[in-house]
């Protein structure tokens, strides 16, 4: 049996899931651009970038948290405040379900990582104090 929680396991997910989806985006763009249905080029190259590098960086940081390092667990909740923000951009041009699920997505995330199995498989020397 494993010792990792299954609140890491579960924001571990939620945070890889979230990559994917950025990166997902990324290579969209992408494609949109090197097939030339771009409406603007000089936009399309780097959000494309963008969206693989955001893409990489948090499945990166979703590997920590599984791994149990201790400095994914800001990463990964900072990524959520920043899905919240996006929510309520969704919720406010009437597009309800995707704000829905993206804040259902960054709340589920928060209180895993947030969570005390988490904060003790994390930390396990505050345990003991």
């Not at 409406?39 to 963008?50: R, V």
């Not at 009437?94 to 498989?121: D, F």
């Given at each position: 049996m494993s010792s990792r929680p299954?609140?890491?396991?579960?924001?571990?997910?939620?945070?890889?899931?979230?990559?994917?989806a950025a990166?997902?985006?990324?290579?969209?763009?992408?494609?949109?651009?090197?097939?030339?249905?771009?409406?603007?080029?000089?936009?399309?190259?780097?959000?494309?970038?963008?969206?693989?590098?955001?893409?990489?960086?948090?499945?990166?940081?979703?590997?920590?948290?599984?791994?149990?390092?201790e400095w994914a667990r800001t990463p990964v909740f900072v990524t959520q405040l920043f899905l919240a923000v996006v929510s309520y951009y969704m919720f406010t041009s009437e597009q309800y379900a995707i704000g829905a699920v993206l804040l259902g997505v960054a709340v589920c995330a928060s209180a895993a990582v947030l969570s005390p199995p988490t904060t003790a498989a994390l930390f396990p020397e505050e345990r003991g104090k």
């Amino acid at each position: 049996m494993s010792s990792r929680p299954v609140t890491v396991v579960a924001a571990a997910a939620l945070e890889a899931l979230i990559g994917l989806a950025a990166a997902v985006g990324g290579l969209y763009s992408f494609v949109i651009a090197v097939t030339g249905r771009a409406g603007d080029l000089t936009n399309a190259i780097p959000l494309a970038a963008l969206g693989l590098g955001v893409g990489a960086l948090l499945v990166f940081v979703a590997r920590g948290l599984w791994q149990l390092r201790e400095w994914a667990r800001t990463p990964v909740f900072v990524t959520q405040l920043f899905l919240a923000v996006v929510s309520y951009y969704m919720f406010t041009s009437e597009q309800y379900a995707i704000g829905a699920v993206l804040l259902g997505v960054a709340v589920c995330a928060s209180a895993a990582v947030l969570s005390p199995p988490t904060t003790a498989a994390l930390f396990p020397e505050e345990r003991g104090k």
